[in-house]
Structure formats: structure tokens, C-alpha cells
């Protein structure tokens, strides 16, 4: 009897040290490292500079946390003037992070917020193109995200939340950004310095400030997206033609000239969507379907009248635009909480199906790319 209480307790400890495991990284990676879902989560304490012929494999369902602290000592000199102070995870060997479209890795500042910048974010520094990829992830509270130097790095499928910049591509490369969705940066979602990326299919909506910051120089594609809400415009320094309606697309949006549509994107549980259900309920059926004309004066009659106004900018070089709940405070644009927090409305979202309808952007079912990081396929074969 002993044996077995001793046997029961002892898996009972086993199972609660697992359960709390955790691991704490910083430094120098100089061969091939991987982090798994089971080891973690793993809490960076420090730089951490994956050198050139390493790599780094992140597993999906990996949480990292990146610890409340401000640098003294530097691996490599410093990126810039944020990455003096704040930790980053930067790479220029090999990083592959490949997360799930429903095990997704997440990155996370030890306290988040809004507008609290715990770290200085990912770096991809002149890293090879063919090992470099990020897809599935969840990164916020960073000052930049993702940061792109001289590489032709995938970024595609993420979220990423109230950074101050969402993602920079600096100085050549032509990385491809798609299938993301970039939401309450405080500067930018993107930000464009003399590079060259590919930017389709992202949802770029309710930032602070600008949607896409460019160079007025750079050659950038940017089709195929979905911008609203941003505060101070969807486009700065970019392409004039780049926000002025001009087309209609299948799914009867209008679009601009590379197809971006100017639309709320309408999350489930938003209150685009509410509103969206409530004149949907509240549309009079048309009188020459009806058959009993005596019924359906009594219920028109009792029907309550809804007025829906829409205000925004369709242009979206100046104002941001706004739709009809900007001036609410009391309620946000997107509901950020929940297991479902950002899927699209499957009856009213304009991003269904909206996307680049190369084969090669289809969604997992086969059907034409949605719009964010629902859309696109689990594995790229290019």
C-alpha cells in the first residue's frame, strides 16, 4: 500500500513540474537550436543573436516571453536606438519560425498593453532568403515586430498587435508579406525603406497612425489587401493611385486599381458585425414574394427603421476613414478577446475569397485566397 501511495504521489509531482516547466534563453545560438512546445514556455532574459551558419526552428505552440528589462550588455553592436535598450531576437543564419493555423507560436513582452513596448522585436538581418520564413505567429508589444534587413524573407499568416511598428523592410530585399493581419500599431503596420516588398492579402486595419509608410522610391506591389480604420490614412508617401476606388471586385466590393478594397474587415463578435446582423433582421422582405398581403402590412408596420450611415473615406490618403462607431468610445472597433478574436465573419465580411487568385494563394479548401491570415495555404510549394 505504501509502494502505491508513493508510485501515485510521485506521477502526481511529475506531472505538475512538467505542467509548470519552463526555460530561460538569451545569448549567442551558433548551431543548429529548436525550441518545442513542451519546453517552454521559454522566457528570453537577454539578446539572443542566432550567428550565421545557426539556425533557429521554432516549433508550433511555443510561447515565448520576452522579460521585463533593459539591456546593459550587447551581443553584436546595437541595430539601432531601440535595440540599445530592449531586447531582441536577432537572426542572420537561419529562422524558421512555422507555426499552425490552429497552433499558432506566440511572442509576448512579460507585461503587456497597449502602446507598452517591452521589446525591441524580431530581427531578420541580412539572414539567407531561403531559410528565412515566419508564418503562424502570434508577435506583439514590440517596438517593431518584424524587422527585415537585405532579405528576401515569408512573412505571411501572423498577427501582429499593438506594436509601434508592425513590420519595417529596410535597406533591399524583396520580402513577401501576405495573408497577414497588422492591427493597432502605434506608428505604422508597415513601414518601407529603400526595399522592395511584395505586400498582398494582408488585413492592415484600426492602426493608430498609417496603414503603409513608404519612400516615395521604393518599388513596392501592394494589391489585393484590405485596409480601414487607420487613423492618419492607409497610405503615406506611396503610390497616389493606391486608395482611390476605381473597380468592382467578384464579391461586388469596390477596389482600387491593384484591387486593395477600403473596407472594415468585420470580425466575429465586432460591431460592424452586430450592425451587419441588425440590418440584415431588419431588411423588409420584398412585397412581390409575398403572399399573404394582410400579414405582412401588420408586420412591416410593427418593423423598427434602421438607419445606417457610412462615412468613410474611400480614397484613404488623407483621413484614415471612419466608420459610423468612430466616434463611440465606449465600445472598441474589434473585439480583442476570446479563443476566436479576429476570424472573419463567414456571411459578412468583405475579405472572403477577395484575395490574389493565383493557384498558388488558395486557401486549404482549394477556393480563391481570403484576405488575412485565414486565407492562403498551410504550406507554401514555392
Not at 33 to 48: L, S
Request: proline residues 5%.
Amino acid at each position: 500500500m505504501r509502494t502505491t501511495y508513493f508510485l501515485f504521489f510521485a506521477l502526481i509531482f511529475a506531472l505538475s513540474s512538467h505542467a509548470y516547466s519552463q526555460t530561460t534563453v538569451s545569448g549567442i545560438i551558433e548551431r543548429e537550436t529548436r525550441w518545442n512546445a513542451e519546453d517552454g514556455p521559454f522566457i528570453v532574459v537577454g539578446d539572443i543573436l542566432v550567428t550565421r551558419r545557426a539556425s533557429l526552428i521554432i516549433a508550433p505552440g511555443t510561447q515565448v516571453i520576452i522579460k521585463d528589462t533593459v539591456k546593459t550588455e550587447y551581443l553584436t553592436v546595437p541595430f539601432d536606438k531601440a535595440d540599445s535598450t530592449l531586447i531582441s531576437i536577432r537572426v542572420q543564419g537561419a529562422l524558421t519560425i512555422l507555426g499552425r493555423r490552429n497552433n499558432p507560436i506566440t511572442f509576448t513582452p512579460q507585461t503587456a498593453g497597449a502602446a507598452n513596448f517591452g521589446w525591441r522585436g524580431i530581427i531578420i538581418d541580412e539572414a539567407d532568403s531561403r531559410y528565412a520564413e515566419i508564418a503562424f505567429a502570434e508577435i506583439s508589444g514590440a517596438a517593431t515586430g518584424i524587422t527585415i534587413k537585405r532579405s528576401n524573407a515569408i512573412i505571411r499568416n501572423n498577427v501582429i498587435e499593438n506594436c509601434n511598428i508592425g513590420i519595417h523592410a529596410m535597406f533591399g530585399g524583396s520580402p513577401r508579406i501576405q495573408n497577414n493581419l497588422i492591427t493597432s500599431s502605434f506608428a505604422a503596420a508597415i513601414k518601407v525603406e529603400r526595399s522592395n516588398p511584395q505586400i498582398s492579402n494582408n488585413i492592415i486595419a484600426f492602426n493608430k497612425n498609417i496603414g503603409i509608410w513608404c519612400d516615395n522610391s521604393s518599388r513596392i506591389r501592394i494589391n489585393y489587401n484590405c485596409f480601414f480604420g487607420n487613423r492618419d490614412g492607409n497610405f503615406l508617401d506611396c503610390d497616389p493611385e493606391l486608395g482611390r476606388l476605381s473597380k468592382i471586385n467578384k464579391n461586388k466590393d469596390s477596389t482600387d486599381a491593384a484591387n486593395n478594397i477600403m473596407s472594415d474587415p468585420v470580425f466575429v463578435g465586432s460591431p460592424a458585425e452586430a450592425r451587419a446582423i441588425e440590418l440584415d433582421v431588419n431588411v423588409p422582405t420584398d412585397p412581390s414574394r409575398v403572399r399573404d398581403t394582410a400579414i405582412f402590412r401588420i408586420v412591416n408596420a410593427q418593423r423598427p427603421q434602421t438607419v445606417v450611415s457610412n462615412d468613410t473615406n474611400a480614397n484613404g490618403n488623407g483621413s484614415g476613414g471612419s466608420d459610423d462607431n468612430a466616434g463611440d468610445t465606449s465600445e472598441p472597433r474589434v473585439r480583442l478577446s476570446g479563443k476566436n478574436r479576429f476570424v472573419l465573419s463567414a456571411k459578412y465580411s468583405p475579405c472572403l475569397n477577395a484575395g490574389d487568385p493565383a493557384r498558388r494563394f488558395n486557401n486549404p479548401n482549394g477556393k480563391r485566397n481570403t484576405i488575412g491570415p485565414e486565407g492562403g495555404p498551410e504550406f507554401l510549394n514555392d
